[in-house]
Structures are given as C-alpha cells and as structure tokens.
C-alpha cells in the first residue's frame, strides 16, 4: 500500500479560468452507434468500479476525502451525486458543443472550491488537467470494458470511432483535444503507465472500499444490496485496484460475476429502447430543460 508521504508534492495549478477548452475535430461528428448502445442503464452495474479506479490516483482520492463541498459527496448526498455524475456522462456523450461548454461551466463552478490546504503532503487541485485527463481516462476504458462485456469483441473499426468520439470526457472537463492520447495504442500506453501511478492512504482506502460495500446508503438497504453491489463493483475492477485496496477475489466469486454479467447483457439486448436508456434519458431532459431556463445544474 502507498502511502501519501511518500509522492512529492506536485505544483498546485492556477484554476483554468480562460477560454473553454475547443473539443477538436470530433465536435461536428454524429453520434457513433457504439456510443448510442452505451446509453444504458444497466451498465451502471460498472459506476462504482469506475468511482474507485479514478479515485485511486491518490490527489483525486485526497480531493474527494478531504473536500468542504457538501453537495457533491456521494457518501452524504448519494442521489444528488448520481444525478450530477449521470447528466455529464450524457452531455459528454450525446451533447452538442453548446450543451457541453454549459456543463464544463457548470462543473467549473464546482471545483473552484476544490483545492489542498497549504502545506499538505499531497497537493491537489480539481482544475489540474492531468487529474482530469485521468478521470476521462477511467471513464472512457470502463465504457470499453462494458461494451465488450455487453456486446462482445468490437471490431477495430468501431473501436476506433469510440476512442475518437471519447475524447468528450476529457474536454467536456478543462482538459483540451491535443492532450487527449492521439490514437488507441497511445491511450494504451498512457493507461498502462496511470496504473503504476495508483495510490492510496487508511483515509481514501476506506473511503473507497466503502463505495464497494455500498456504505453510502442506509443500513437497512445495504443489508439487502450489499453483498451484490461488492460483487459487481470488485468484479469490474482490474486486479490492479483490487491489490491497491486489498479486495480478496475467488474464482467462485468470478464464476458469479461473469454469470451476472451475463445475465445483465441478456436484459439489456431484450429491454424496449426507452426503459434500456433509464435513467440517461430523463437525466438528458433536465438537463435540457435546465439549460434553457436559466437553473443551475448543480
């Protein structure tokens, strides 16, 4: 386990206060069929793995810990949290450049707030780029993960039109398109070389291995949920986050999470289009309807 002390402390950027980041060649581009087929709700069976693995580059972890924004803890606001999370996957996903650059604005109001105090051990601040750009990252290798779980093999040409249309995770944030690794060989080498990079304390370790345990939601519900939402949320990690966090994993628990998936798959190829996009949909419709009105997003 890694601990805090032992990262030198990186430089604390200046909040990105400046123009929005351009979303590159990909911005006129129609919405790809691999990215419509990721509109689904139960792939959310994934979100947690995902919340961890970025939450495992240790100032990501240390800002969401330590951070004085009520609002937007999941361990105290879990609904409000899913909401927030859910709409910017979406706009990422499926917004035009205008509905993005009001959600980039809109999270940026956020975390200006988010930064380390003076003096820590690990230095942080939620406009850092490269944090971000690892987040995206996260985001868009746990959708591949998926679409491979729910779909099969994509072809190389698929693949290549998701990686170029993912690119929106990343500069839906602060991070700008040059930044984003050029093709799928080099986000290759950039995950490879983000998971030596992965980092924890006793603080962001339990905070972490709570997500798993579902520790979020009332005793009476995680009694119930618990011990699957720990199956699906482990069983998504890669085995480097589960060694980082100290998950055991069996090979009887991964016969139960691979029977899981499937099932899930089935459910999600056999649901009417509607109900498959819940909650994305209705998420996608207040956002919209937030947007045009004039209301705050967060």
Known sequence: ????????????????????????????????????????????????????????????????????????????????????????????????????????????????????APGADVRYNAFDRELQLWVAACIYWGMEDVYRRFYGEPSGAVLDEFYRHGRRFATTLQVPDDMWPEDRAAFEEYWRDGLTKIASTPETRAYLRGIAKAGF????????????????????LPPEFREELGFSWTPREQRAFDAAVRALAFANRTMPKPMREFPYNAYLWDFRRRMRTGRPFV
Do not use: C
């Open 1 to 116: 386990m890694t601990q805090a002390a032992a990262l030198p402390p990186p430089a604390d950027p200046a909040p990105q206060d400046g123009p929005a980041p351009q979303d590159g060649p990909d911005a006129a581009e129609a919405i790809p069929p691999v990215v419509r087929g990721l509109v689904s709700g139960p792939s959310l069976v994934a979100g947690g793995a995902n919340v961890i693995m970025q939450l495992s580059r240790l100032p990501v972890g240390l800002g969401v810990v330590e951070s004085t924004v009520e609002s937007g803890r999941v361990d105290r606001h879990p609904v409000k949290r899913a909401r927030t999370t859910l709409t910017y996957l979406i706009v990422a996903m499926l917004g035009s450049s205008a509905e993005r650059a009001w959600m980039r604005e809109e999270i940026n109001r956020q975390h200006r707030q988010v930064r380390s």
């Open 217 to 236: 939601l009332p005793r009476s519900v995680r009694r119930v949920v618990g011990p699957a939402n720990r199956l699906l949320t482990v069983g998504f």
